[in-house]
């Protein structure tokens, strides 16, 4: 996204109306526009993990990527209920 002052910005778009959006840029921050002050908005379909992620981590950080994501999973139906207040 480009803002009419130019400044471009990337990240998960977590909340849009009619009249504005707020965004999460990689680093955590959350910045909130109105569209009007907008020049350009650019929508991609490609996913914010790298492709490439296990060429990246070393086998231990592989492996504890995968144990986390494991562990969110099995927990996932407990913290459901949880939240529904079963």
Do not use: C, I, W
Request: proline share 3%; net charge negative.
């Amino acid at each position: 996204m480009t803002t009419s002052a130019g400044e471009r910005y990337e990240g998960v778009l977590r909340n849009e109306d009619n009249f504005s959006l707020q965004m999460q840029t990689a680093d955590g921050a959350f910045h909130f526009f109105s569209k009007a002050d907008l020049k350009a908005m650019d929508r991609s379909q490609d996913s914010l993990m790298p492709s490439d992620y296990r060429s990246r981590l070393s086998p231990v950080q592989f492996k504890d990527l995968s144990s986390f994501l494991l562990s969110l999973a099995e927990n996932a139906p407990a913290r459901r209920n949880a939240e529904a207040g079963e």
